[in-house]
């Protein structure tokens, strides 16, 4: 089967089902008659921009972080306005807290946009830390964050 084929199948399947394993979905595309590695389904989980999301009811599953016309830059300062409440620099780490459900979507988005200041990203419910190399990078990312946060957001 080509890659197009089992990527069309694999965003099926994750549309139409709550899959929240890799191994999940290898059983369900098997089930269909699609043999896959887990090296592949990882990588089809990248290539597609595949994310955990957590529902309402808390149970943790894939969607497919679908883009729109907007540039990736204009997603992100968009999305801190509507979704960081909080931002502190602990030296070369900024902690982000988001609205709850919010914080896989955001790290996406900045992991998409590749940025130089960032060495990694790990995301939770409604937090996320943005791990720099330096803490002036970091500082950097921090000031970023600030000029788009809307203060209006309240947590209580």
Do not use: C, W
């Not at 595309?29 to 955990?52: N, V």
């Not at 943005?130 to 970023?144: C, F, G, R, T, V």
């Amino acid at each position: 089967m080509k890659k197009e084929q089992r990527q069309a199948k694999i965003e099926q399947l994750i549309t139409q089902n709550e899959i929240a394993t890799q191994d999940e979905l290898m059983q369900a595309l098997a089930s269909m008659g699609i043999r896959a590695t887990q090296a592949t389904i990882s990588r089809d989980i990248r290539e597609m921009r595949i994310i955990k999301e957590q529902d309402t009811n808390g149970r943790v599953h894939y969607v497919v972080f679908k883009g729109d016309h907007q540039s990736e830059e204009e997603k992100l300062f968009e999305n801190i306005h509507e979704m960081v409440t909080d931002i502190t620099q602990v030296e070369f780490i900024n902690i982000i807290h988001t609205l709850p459900r919010n914080a896989n979507v955001l790290t996406a988005i900045i992991d998409n946009l590749k940025l130089k200041e960032v060495a990694g990203t790990m995301a939770g419910y409604d937090t996320i830390l943005i791990i720099s190399k330096s803490s002036e990078d970091a500082k950097n990312i921090s000031a970023l964050f600030k000029k788009y946060i809307d203060k209006t957001i309240t947590t209580d």
